[in-house]
């Protein structure tokens, strides 16, 4: 199974040495981009407006809804903007009203919005955009009803952002100003209208400044095609932003008409290659030279963070974030053979500037605590803490003080975040199996593989509290799902098998059933079978054809060198 999985990966693998992935096509991504084409100019661009529309009538569930991805379950979200998309271009299914009106309890404007907002909750980070798009669709017609945003907000330096309170996230800023100015522009003249209109150029300076060089925010078609969205409806078609953004969106659609939640995940998919083949990696010397490269040496626009972080993508929306950057720096040390280099002294420095003071790290910005995406994650802090390990040995005598430090207090805050039935939460990998969405077992998995890699977690009730939380959630068949008795999955038994393999002799029953299921579905040829993962608090999936690969790969890689440590006669932990 190893040489076969193995040979699978290097057939994908690009001829600059990258692994490009691919995304599971998107019925949110392709609705916003469908209505975004058809506001910018419908008649050029009728063909892709009309493959759009082909693709979501083709996906369409027979109850008239949509999943985030084909599948996905179907879902409020990703049904109201297919919609919103339709109805704009007098296509819309009139099984998708029956949907929407037993979903909200009525399809009038106060139920959509009631519905909206108390879906979403406090973060209008995805509540805005999606009425601001249902009110130019005329879905809602409404528009007091729709939150404002302080977009004159975004002239405040960066580094004060993070006093705002801003009701969106930290990477939300083009959405902030465009909903913003858009709702601005249609709500009513009140005492202050004038004193708004006139930071409205200054905050598309902002816009323009934030935008990269292809047009895609974040490389992400929703955020781009909501910002072109908002940026024609307040009266800015010919906008160099929106234009851009056009340009982004007809330059990254499928050829099924269709578009995906992100570009792609190139490097982040490239780190999960390397290490799950390690040595055995093609092209390493090619595989190194991109990874170096694709290091941020500058401050960047979009978040005004430091140099030294790695983005998810090589490509110009791509920015830097901890998850990523750690998983670079695993990367580089597998690549890199342990031996210094500068890129992996900036990287870990760029984490440890990073971290919040609570201790733990966040994803994208310090210090945004209020909303999901900017509080410290369990899932994250523990990837870092693996980096650290690797690179700690290596690190200039100046840097280590404040490395160990760190760690202290991403230990400290990794026990205090540890649920009492021993399972941490993840933030960026959910499972729309169970309750809530959650995924505990990613969670969980992933600290307790990285935990149990220090010394001092030798006698860690932390430790013992979460590998027990796995074993109780194991299923019957062998695998593990996002929590206890949910639907077992490649990539959570995966991660399950890795972090159980810590401690193998103490847990060599569980192990063996797990690789018994993944065995399971190789010969069955389900092992590689789409799997949605996603953000669990905004119900957000996708799918990444090469996630089943190298999370198996990586279990099972892991487990042969435990075994042939053993069978050499050398202590699990010897060195």
Sequence with gaps: MIESLEAQLVEKQSPNGMWRGKLSASAISTSVSLFALWMIDKDKYASQIEAAADWLCATMTPEGSWGDSVESKSNLTATLLSYAAL?????????TKGYLDK??????????????????????????PILAMCGLARVVT????????????????????????????????PALIAVGILRHRKGKRGLFYGLRESFVNKSLAVLVKLQPSNGGFLEAAPLTGFVAICM?????????????????????????????????????????????????TPHKELVLANIK????????????ANPGGWGWSDLPGSVPDADDTAGNLI??????EGKYCIEAERGVQWLLDLQNPDG????????????????????????????????????????????????????????????????????????????????????TAVCVDYISKFPQSDSSYSLTKGLRFLLDAQNEDGGWGGSKNAPSKVTLTAK???????????????????????????????????EPIGLYFASLWYSEDLYNQTFTLTALNQLLDIINELNAGIGLFAG
């Design 496 to 530: 399950a098998i890795s972090a159980l393999s810590s401690r193998p002799s103490t847990h060599n029953e569980a192990i063996a059933r797990g690789v018994d299921y993944l065995y399971t579905r190789f010969r069955e040829g389900t092992l590689t079978s789409p």
């Design 232 to 280: 024609c409806g307040a009266g800015y078609k010919d906008h160099i932003v929106t234009q851009r953004a056009a340009r982004f969106l007809v330059d990254t659609v499928r050829k099924n008409g269709a578009w995906p939640i992100d570009t792609d995940l190139a490097g982040w998919v490239t780190y999960l290659a390397v290490k799950a083949m390690g040595e055995h």
């Design 293 to 304: 490269q694709n290091a941020f040496t500058c401050k960047h626009p979009f978040t005004g």
């Design 142 to 173: 409404d528009w007091e009803a729709i939150p404002r945003l302080p977009f004159e907000l975004s002239i405040v330096p960066q580094r004060f952002f993070r006093f705002l309170r801003l009701p969106v996230v930290s990477y939300a800023i």
């Design 87 to 95: 109805s704009a271009i007098n296509r819309a299914p009139e099984a």
């Design 360 to 443: 733990g790290i966040p994803t994208f910005c310090k210090g945004w605590g209020k909303l999901p995406f900017d509080r410290s994650s369990p899932d994250i802090t523990a990837h870092c803490l693996a980096a650290f390990r690797l690179w700690f040995p290596v690190l200039p005598e100046t840097v280590q003080p404040k490395c160990r430090a760190g760690i202290e207090q991403m230990f400290h805050w990794l026990t205090a975040d540890q649920k009492e039935n021993g399972e941490w939460i993840p933030l960026w990998f959910g499972d729309q199996d169970s309750p809530s969405h959650l995924s505990p077992v990613y969670g």
């Design 331 to 336: 990367a580089l040390h597998i690549l890199q």
């Design 103 to 128: 979903m909200f309890g009525g399809i009038q404007d106060k139920q959509i919005v009631k519905g909206v907002l108390e879906f979403y909750g406090k973060d209008l980070t995805f509540s805005a």
